[in-house]
């Protein structure tokens, strides 16, 4: 992924809520199997990790990204951005890379 391609999703993701929240419990297998059934209806998913978690969210973003085949597109405090495109219908077209 490209940096221009990277700040395009950062400015779609800003408008974004969580749509899941990592706990105290922190990363579960079910949390990463509804991160990767949320990737059946949105390509661009904002994921909140809570005061009272204590592993590190850039951590947490590339063991997600890992176990869903997506990518981090930001981690920014304790807010994390992943987007994994539909093969099928893609409904956000990236800027094309040079």
Same mark, same amino acid.
């Given at each position: 992924?490209?940096?221009?391609?990277?700040?395009?999703?950062?400015?779609?993701?800003?408008?974004? +809520?969580?749509?899941?929240?990592?706990?105290?419990?922190?990363?579960?297998?079910?949390?990463?199997?509804?991160?990767?059934?949320?990737?059946n +209806?949105?390509?661009?998913?904002?994921?909140?990790?809570?005061?009272?978690?204590?592993?590190?969210?850039?951590?947490?973003?590339?063991?997600?990204?890992?176990?869903?085949?997506?990518?981090?597109?930001?981690v920014?405090?304790?807010?994390?951005?992943?987007?994994?495109?539909?093969?099928?219908?893609?409904?956000?077209?990236?800027?094309?890379?040079?």
């Amino acid at each position: 992924m490209t940096s221009k391609q990277r700040a395009y999703l950062k400015s779609l993701a800003s408008d974004l +809520n969580p749509i899941f929240q990592v706990g105290k419990s922190s990363l579960t297998p079910e949390l990463t199997a509804a991160v990767g059934e949320a990737f059946n +209806n949105n390509e661009l998913i904002k994921i909140g990790v809570l005061k009272n978690c204590t592993d590190d969210p850039g951590e947490i973003a590339q063991v997600i990204a890992e176990r869903t085949h997506s990518q981090v597109v930001q981690v920014i405090g304790k807010k994390i951005v992943l987007y994994k495109p539909d093969r099928d219908k893609p409904k956000i077209e990236l800027p094309k890379a040079k």
